[in-house]
């Protein structure tokens, strides 16, 4: 079994060491939830306190001109394309996932509809097409499924959910106007091979909406290669914008300019301040803005993403791959060896199907339901990951995410350990690990 020497000796020759000296990491945590919410980076609150007390406090509304708060949506937009595998000014950073969901799933509604002659071609509101589906996965982020429900029901569609990945390229039929899918799976850290996916759906004549949340800054990804149609992702996980920061939205360039999307507002307007009582969308991917946008998590954000600047001469996304691989084989090597028997592995064991998250079911050697518990004691010895709740269909999860910009082997090392220990000493059966708190 790996011994502490050799992770630290994995930890010393690790090209990305010096990037977690960027973070504020609480002294004693081992924190494995960065598929969640990504940890602070240390000169976040020196920006964000610059923009309240100077830039807000001190240039007030002039800040919008002076201080460039009216364009840094697309500016922070463009430090995100590099990642995800679009070009400048592809992207935007506004509003939440769910809202830029809603917005990028009825523009691909609606050119579904155009495509089937069911609306003017003139780029104008969404009219339902006459493919009537949309086709999902019933494991899918249930915000997703909540949005597509809601369009659905807007527009007299149907949501059709596949029960596994496998059943998705077989239920692509000519029905289908849309394929909307998340690229590594928020339970079970599965990652969908995005080309392959799109290449069916595009081959049966539908358009793939992808929604990157658990893969933008965790898994290399190439929209454009792909030739995806459109994407969404949150920026607090991976890309460690804090809590509620806003999210983007990419549209293919040849998508871009056509249809309306369904949230038209006035900062997604050609011209706001001109204040005229028509709608011209922006060109380009502005026209997915909708209202005022936050300025102050959008610094946040605009500053987190330095630390992917700093990671670009250590060897970017693909460097950041290979340690998120090798953090997560370790792991699970190590708790097969240290808890043999007492879990399932949920995550796939292969590399090209694996996100940057490894997710365990309790076996029946251990007490039914205690998967909430466990976490809970993990989380009192400083390792912090979380849970998800299982139902009929699925299990209980207990969930860890590896983010390689902060953790070292030495981290994967000790958690495994603690997991041990939780076990060996049966803490989950302590009554006050298994009081259920709002957010688990
Ligand atoms: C795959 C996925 N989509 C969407 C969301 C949530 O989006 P929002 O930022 O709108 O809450 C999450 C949140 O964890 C997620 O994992």
């Given amino acids: 079994m790996t011994t502490l020497e050799h992770c630290q000796a994995l930890d010393a020759r690790d090209p990305l060491r010096p990037l977690r000296d960027l973070f504020t990491l609480p002294a004693g945590v081992i924190y494995l939830d960065g598929n969640s919410l990504g940890v602070l980076p240390s000169h976040v609150p020196a920006r964000v306190a610059d923009v309240v007390t100077r830039e807000w406090g001190q240039d007030l509304i002039q800040s919008w001109n002076r201080a460039g708060w009216f364009d840094l949506p697309r500016r922070v937009g463009d430090r995100i394309a590099p990642l995800i595998g679009a070009g400048p000014g592809e992207v935007t950073a506004t509003d939440t996932t769910s809202i830029n969901l809603h917005k990028a799933l009825g523009a691909a509604l609606a050119l579904a509809a155009q495509r089937t002659g069911d609306s003017a071609a003139d780029g104008g509101p969404a009219s339902p097409p006459r493919r009537r589906t949309i086709l999902s996965e019933r494991s899918n982020f249930p915000t997703d499924l909540y949005i597509a429900e809601a369009l659905c029901r807007q527009h007299g569609l149907q949501l059709a959910l596949v029960d596994a990945p496998q059943d998705i390229a077989a239920r692509l039929a000519p029905d289908v106007a849309v394929l909307m899918l998340t690229h590594v799976n928020y339970r079970t850290g599965a990652m969908h091979d995005m080309a392959a996916l799109t290449a069916a759906a595009h081959a049966a004549g539908a358009l793939a909406v992808w929604d990157l949340c658990h893969s933008v800054g965790a898994v290399p990804v190439d929209l454009t290669a792909a030739q995806a149609d459109f994407a969404v992702g949150c920026t607090y996980k991976y890309l460690n914008g804090g809590p509620g920061a806003p999210a983007f939205v990419w549209a293919h360039p040849r998508h871009v300019s056509q249809p309306w999307q369904p949230l038209a507002g006035w900062w997604g307007h050609a011209r706001p301040f001109a204040f005229t009582p028509g709608y011209q969308p922006a060109p380009g991917i502005a026209r997915y803005q909708c209202g005022t946008q936050p300025i102050i998590s959008l610094s946040a954000l605009d500053a987190a993403l330095d630390v992917f600047d700093a990671a670009a001469p250590l060897g970017g996304m693909a460097a950041l791959r290979a340690k998120s691989l090798a953090l997560t084989d370790l792991f699970?090597?190590?708790?097969?060896?240290?808890?043999?028997?007492?879990?399932?592995?949920?995550?796939?064991?292969?590399?090209?199907?694996?996100?940057?998250?490894?997710?365990?079911?309790?076996?029946?050697?251990?007490?039914?339901?205690?998967?909430?518990?466990?976490?809970?004691?993990?989380?009192?010895?400083?390792?912090?990951?979380?849970?998800?709740?299982?139902?009929?269909?699925?299990?209980?999860?207990?969930r860890f995410g590896f983010t390689p910009l902060y953790l070292s082997h030495e981290d994967v090392f000790h958690a495994a350990h603690h997991l041990q220990g939780v076990l060996q000493k049966q803490e989950y059966t302590r009554p006050e690990f298994n009081q259920r708190h709002a957010v688990t």
């Fill in 332 to 398: 699970i090597a190590l708790v097969e060896a240290l808890c043999p028997g007492q879990f399932t592995l949920v995550t796939p064991r292969a590399h090209g199907q694996r996100g940057s998250q490894v997710c365990l079911t309790p076996t029946a050697a251990l007490p039914a339901g205690c998967a909430y518990a466990i976490v809970q004691a993990l989380i009192a010895r400083g390792v912090i990951g979380d849970f998800r709740a299982g139902d009929d269909a699925q299990p209980d999860i207990l």
